[in-house]
């Protein structure tokens, strides 16, 4: 291990992995682009014509049909396909269907609501989740049991149900803020509070989990043995490599979040992707579908790509756990 | 965007609201029983102020002749541009950009006189050339570049010429007696010619469209929120409004709020003035808070069935006399509605200009359907529905996607007619599978649910057959002379005078035949506002005008 | 062969996800306590298992015979009592109609557990299918399913089932179908781990030594080790769907009314502020359903 040639050996293994990881990370996005094309493709009927076909707009079939074939839509499905294929690899989103905007300027409307909302989400659980472990651990059993129950509870409300009591008591009752200015700051927080619950629960019941394996510990109990607190013991000893862990969790409720602010949004009034979804989902508007599957692939591959490769750095017991595997996949 | 008021602001507002609530409670009644203008009872007009107007959705897009006019965007549409004509709620139709009109005998050539001194924001001239662009766009639109034409624009448009500045002819193949009340229709909206000539992309943002109306942009977000703020030089509004001048208001702020319920409470909280779309059930409560209830009717057809004469059970007119007798349209207005909504008198709405009183045809009558389906051969069985020759007198309903209480009024519907013995299934679809698979004079589709606005009744003769293209709504062909011919009758009608007693007729006939089951009159565009809101005016079609309005201490 | 099939999953997403979601690979490492310990957890956590095993038998009865349990029709109401509050006469309230939410409740129960179920179905039958063949196969055929795996998991499940039931239509069914769909690839990579883990194992080996073929280690030895893992996070599934499908139905993609599913109650409920019970009854019953379903799942991992 520690000699130099095999430490270049090494490196240059580590490179080709990490070029074979980033090729399939891309693979993976066009995929995902592809995958929406084809199942968004399996009904009959496009945005322009669901639009046209509103009763009080009075158009006869061939005036549509006419209007359709402007937007190529009468192709057939592979073709449509591949010309979007060829645009999304130079970068080119294309154009919404549903509003005649570059879908690129959609998304760049939408996505600093979005981040700020799961930004403030992910802060809200982290903290939550390291709340109740700690309580966990350090309160009197009484009260530390039923918090146990917090995550499970927590996975079994509808997060909707979450969001409409918070609006319903901090906004209309106690008046913190106001919902037509979503954007304001506690009505991030309190979107970001309703996002932030389910995902809170997992990222806890991973750290309880751990917590209570880490005080099994060896190490442990001979800290206990030596008369450390418990609160101490918790800070100074079974916190560290317990949250270790949570980056792993954590890069896999990226998507969670994603699909969680679907539905905060729409409740919280928050004009973010989940909106640009929900609108685009209500007319077909293929091309953003595509574009936010893809956006949102994106974000996934890439926040566990970097967790994978940070993972290691962080914790020298899974390197020497997990390398087994890697190394001979490596070599292989 | 300026936020309108601190919590603190906001319940010294209440305690005001809970002395006037009396006042706006009587207020809302006699204003909603009016047709939908509310009383100016608020004391002197006020300047100023910011409104924000809580709206479902922005709809799709921006492009004038694509967007859905019909529905959200109307409303944004209405304060940005002016129209050729005014239509009021009584289907009156006034000047407005055009001061004069003129028509030849057979109704196939008309002159519009514009009136002087109108110019679009950017400072170009609304002028017979513009009113040109205008026409032609409108009736032709321009496929190669993505614009649609407006689809209810008379098929029968010839051309448009400028006589001279403020002088426009325009020619027709047939007799178009609804070319004057269409251009006071929400699609008629006049355009600056630079933004018609400009690609469907630019059109689509919002801030490139250059209207001649009482306010301008301000700002504005993809399916979030406009922004407008009035326009200090307008001065040319129809004078039926009773206004001159600029708007009273500052800025017109429309902001989407999917949710029904946070639109109300927002509204209820103080922290908006206008929601739209609130729960009907809902409204005599907020009605009784002091909050002004608005629910004004267009001019179109009533809320009803069409049914398809081609499909069993209903190949029996007997069956469908039941259906007309069997359903109890008080119990509808009711319980899915309030005071606010007037049972139906005929197929169209009574504020159309030659729409008659039918009511008699439309009375509940159990004993009669029972009779009536009887004798038509139809046995209850023992589970309660009845049979004939082994099949079930049942069929299915589709909700209207369009019209938010369907849903409740079939369910209603359905619990009706179980007890006279028939079986029915409710089918709900979402706007995009109603779509796909209901529509008129469809073999799987025996009833569909109509909600349809129009600006004159000679729309009405483009429905009932399959003549001339006709969308055939009872799958009756031409197979019937009778309607066929009064149908005809009224498409020709060269005046009103001469087509009112055709429409009478052909009213009474319809409903007898039982070919359209009306339920209720419609006010498909409801609006919960704050008590300040003062002189509100709604249009022929239902949209409401901030341009009168003002915000009271 | 196998070495590069190993490391395809292995590397695409380091620990499986629907074991995080369970309580983290740690955890599991935590609970294979030694059996006299199991035991005494078992003890302690008996009442709460119980409750929840009750709820189950109360939700299951519910969808099985509704008739015994309220004598109201769900779909009929009178029509003068609308709106009322919860009391003795109507425990959960009446709605918009006048009818009897509680007997609305009780009568969408089969719905929603049936949705549940074909969600759960799908994502187990497919996602199954895909890992044992992957995990069984190996090689070209286990790195393609590993691929179409990934992008399943790259794409969030929410969304990935708002696209998915978009396409096929918004009734409840599809919703069903499209929560499945959302679930297949964390089936698929539980499914795969735990094959290749058995196969690996010395008992197996020594059966293919012994001249098994592949048919019979699949079937005696492969599935049902497998199972185990795979019905308890089925039972995980069941629960989350239930969540799902109402999620779906309250942004709309549900059958509408009169259908009167848990998660379209909420959703319609919502729409009248006025009668908050409207929401509230439905709701209290999803929570209870989906924790006692989680309790459950928990109960059954640490039992094994």
Redo the contacts between chains.
């Keep these: 291990m520690s000699s130099t040639t095999n430490r270049s050996a090494a490196r240059r293994a580590y490179g080709r992995?990490a070029v074979r990881?980033l090729a399939?990370a891309v693979?993976?996005?066009l995929?995902?682009y592809v995958?929406?094309f084809l199942?968004?493709?399996?009904?009959p009927g496009d945005p322009v014509s669901n639009v046209l076909r509103d009763p009080q707009n009075n158009f006869s079939e061939q005036e549509i049909a006419r209007i359709v074939a402007y937007y190529g839509l009468d192709q057939p499905i592979w073709v449509q396909l591949v010309e979007a294929l060829s645009r999304f690899v130079v970068g080119d989103l294309g154009v919404s269907l549903r509003s005649n905007l570059p879908v690129s300027g959609l998304l760049a409307d939408v996505l600093p609501s979005t981040l700020r909302l799961a930004g403030a989400a992910l802060a809200v659980a982290l903290v939550l989740a390291f709340a109740i472990a700690f309580g966990v651990r350090n309160l009197p059993a009484p009260l530390a049991r039923p918090l146990r129950?917090f995550p499970?509870?927590f996975?079994?409300?509808?997060?909707?149900?979450i969001g409409?009591v918070l609006i319903?008591w901090f906004s209309f009752q106690l008046g913190l803020f106001l919902v037509i200015d979503a954007e304001s700051l506690l009505a991030t927080f309190f979107a970001a509070v309703a996002l932030g619950i389910p995902v809170s629960a997992?990222i806890a019941?991973?750290l309880i989990?751990?917590l209570?394996?880490e005080a099994?510990q060896e190490y442990a109990a001979v800290a206990r043995s030596r008369g450390l607190g418990r609160a101490r013991l918790f800070t100074a000893h079974l916190l560290k490599p317990s949250s270790l862990?949570v980056v792993?969790?954590v890069a896999?409720t990226v998507?969670?979040l994603?699909?969680?602010s679907?539905?905060t949004e729409?409740i919280f009034g928050r004009n973010g992707v989940g909106n640009l979804?929900?609108r685009s989902?209500?007319t077909?508007d293929l091309p953003v579908?595509q574009a936010?599957?893809a956006l949102?692939?994106v974000v996934?591959?890439v926040v566990?790509l970097v967790?994978?490769l940070v993972?290691p750095l962080l914790d020298p017991r899974v390197r020497l756990d997990a390398s087994p595997?890697?190394t001979?996949?490596v070599s292989? | 965007m300026t936020i309108p008021r601190s919590p603190r602001r906001l319940r010294a507002g209440r305690a005001a609201t809970a002395t006037a609530g009396l006042l706006a409670t009587l207020m809302v009644a006699a204003g909603c029983s009016a047709g939908g203008t509310q009383s100016q009872a608020g004391g002197e007009p006020q300047e100023g102020g910011d409104l924000v107007f809580l709206i479902d959705s922005l709809g799709p897009t921006w492009v004038p002749n694509n967007s859905s006019i019909s529905s959200f965007q109307g409303h944004i549409w209405g304060h940005l541009t002016d129209k050729l004509v005014y239509v009021d709620e009584n289907g009156t139709v006034s000047p407005w950009v055009a001061e004069s009109w003129d028509q030849n005998e057979d109704a196939t050539q008309f002159t519009l006189k514009l009136k002087d001194g109108v110019t679009f924001s950017d400072g170009s001239p609304v002028d017979a050339a513009a009113v040109v662009a205008n026409l032609d766009i409108w009736a032709r639109g321009d496929v190669e570049r993505g614009i649609n034409p407006i689809g209810l624009f008379p098929k029968t448009y010839v051309s448009a010429e400028a006589l001279d500045d403020l002088t426009v002819q325009v020619d027709f193949v047939a007799p178009t007696l609804g070319f004057i009340p269409t251009l006071g229709y929400h699609g008629s909206i006049l355009i600056s010619p630079e933004t018609l000539a400009a690609p469907a992309e630019e059109q689509a943002d919002l801030a490139n469209d250059i209207g001649s109306g009482p306010f301008v942009v301000e700002s504005w977000t993809e399916g979030d929120e406009v922004v407008l703020k009035k326009r200090d030089d307008y001065d040319w509004a129809p004078e039926a409004l009773d206004h001159d001048g600029p708007a009273y208001l500052d800025t017109l702020t429309y902001k989407v709020v999917a949710?029904?319920?946070v639109r109300?409470?927002a509204v209820q909280s103080g922290q908006a003035q206008v929601a739209y779309n609130p729960?009907p059930?809902?409204l005599e409560?907020y009605g009784e808070q002091g909050f002004t209830v608005a629910a004004p009717r267009y001019l179109g057809f009533v809320n009803g069935y069409a049914i398809n004469t081609q499909v069993a059970p209903f190949d029996d007119v007997r069956v469908r006399q039941a259906l007309q007798v069997g359903i109890d349209r008080d119990?509808i207005l009711?319980?899915?509605y309030t005071d606010d909504w007037l049972p139906a008198a005929s197929f169209i709405q009574s504020n159309v200009p030659g729409a008659t009183d039918h009511s008699d045809a439309l009375v509940h009558d159990p004993e009669a359907a029972a009779a009536l389906l009887d004798e038509a051969g139809w046995v209850e069985g023992s589970d309660g529905v009845r049979t004939k020759d082994g099949q079930r007198l049942s069929f299915t309903l589709h909700?209207n996607p369009y019209l938010a209480t369907s849903?409740?009024v079939d369910?209603?519907v359905?619990?009706q007619l179980?007890e006279l013995g028939f079986d029915v299934d409710?089918q709900?679809?979402?706007v995009?599978?109603f779509g796909e698979r209901v529509s008129f004079a469809n073999p799987s589709i025996p009833t569909y649910e109509v909600t349809r606005s129009f600006i004159d009744a000679g729309t009405v003769a483009g429905v009932l057959t399959d003549a001339e293209n006709g969308e055939n709504w009872f799958n009756v062909g031409q197979s019937d002379p009778t309607l066929t011919e009064l149908a005809q009758d009224v498409a020709t009608a060269t005046t009103t005078e001469e087509r009112d007693p055709v429409l009478d007729e052909l009213q009474g006939y319809v409903l007898d035949r039982a070919y359209f089951v009306p339920l209720t009159q419609i006010a498909q565009r409801l609006y919960l506002q704050s008590p300040d809101v003062q002189g509100v005016t709604y249009n022929g079609v239902a949209y409401a005008n901030y341009y009168t309005a003002w915000l009271a201490e | 062969m196998t070495?590069?099939s190993?490391?395809t999953g292995?590397?695409?997403?380091?620990?499986p996800?629907p074991a995080?979601?369970a309580?983290?690979?740690?955890?599991r490492?935590?609970?294979r306590l030694g059996p006299s310990r199991a035991r005494g957890i078992l003890a302690r956590l008996r009442p709460?298992v119980l409750l929840s095993f009750a709820v189950v038998a109360v939700v299951l009865a519910w969808s099985v015979a509704p008739t015994l349990f309220t004598s109201y029709d769900p779909?009929?109401?009178v029509?003068a009592d609308?709106?009322q509050p919860p009391s003795a006469a109507h425990w959960f309230g009446t709605d918009?109609?006048?009818r009897d939410v509680y007997a609305r409740v009780v009568h969408g129960t089969a719905s929603s557990v049936t949705s549940a179920l074909v969600a759960v179905a799908i994502g187990l039958l497919v996602g199954g299918f895909v890992g044992l063949v992957a995990g069984f196969v190996g090689g070209l055929v286990d790195v393609v399913l590993a691929?179409?795996v990934?992008?399943l998991?790259?794409?969030?499940?929410?969304?990935?089932a708002?696209?998915?039931v978009?396409?096929?239509?918004?009734e409840t069914i599809n919703a069903a179908i499209a929560t499945g769909v959302s679930a297949v690839a964390v089936f698929a990579r539980v499914m795969r781990a735990e094959v290749l883990r058995t196969r690996s194992s010395v008992f197996v080996e020594a059966a293919a030594v012994l001249g098994a073929n592949r048919w019979q280690v699949l079937t005696r030895h492969v599935l049902p080790n497998a199972s185990r893992s795979v019905l308890q996070l089925a039972v995980l599934q069941f629960?989350?769907s239930i969540?799902v499908i109402?999620?779906l139905a309250?942004?709309?993609?549900g059958?509408?009314?009169?259908a009167s599913d848990w998660?379209l109650l909420?959703s319609v409920g919502?729409?009248?502020?006025?009668a908050p019970w409207l929401?509230y009854a439905p709701?209290i019953v999803?929570?209870a359903t989906?924790?006692s379903v989680?309790?459950i799942s928990?109960w059954l991992r640490t039992t094994d």
Excluded: M, W
Aim: hydrophobic share 50%; net charge negative.
């Design positions: 992995y990881r399939q693979a993976v996005v995929l995902a995958f929406t199942v968004i493709s399996v009904l129950a499970s509870l996975l079994s409300v509808p997060n909707f149900l409409l319903q997992q019941e991973v989990a751990n209570d394996h099994r862990p792993t969790v896999l998507g969670e994603l699909g969680g679907l539905i729409t979804v929900q989902v209500a077909q579908l936010v599957v949102a692939a996934f591959v566990n967790a994978d993972y595997a890697r001979k996949e292989a | 949710e029904p319920s109300t409470a729960s059930q809902e409560f119990e009711s319980t899915v909700p849903q409740a369910e209603l359905a619990q179980a409710i709900a679809y979402d995009i599978t | 070495l590069t190993i490391s292995g590397e695409a997403a380091p620990p996800a995080t979601a309580g983290g690979g740690p955890q490492r935590g609970t709460s779909a009929v109401g029509t609308f709106f918009h109609l006048g691929r179409f990934d992008v998991l790259a794409i969030p499940s929410f969304l990935l708002v696209v998915v978009s396409a096929l239509g918004f629960g989350l969540l109402a999620g309250f942004l709309g993609y059958d509408p009314p009169p998660g909420i919502k729409d009248y502020p006025l929401v709701a999803t929570v989906v924790l989680n309790r928990r």
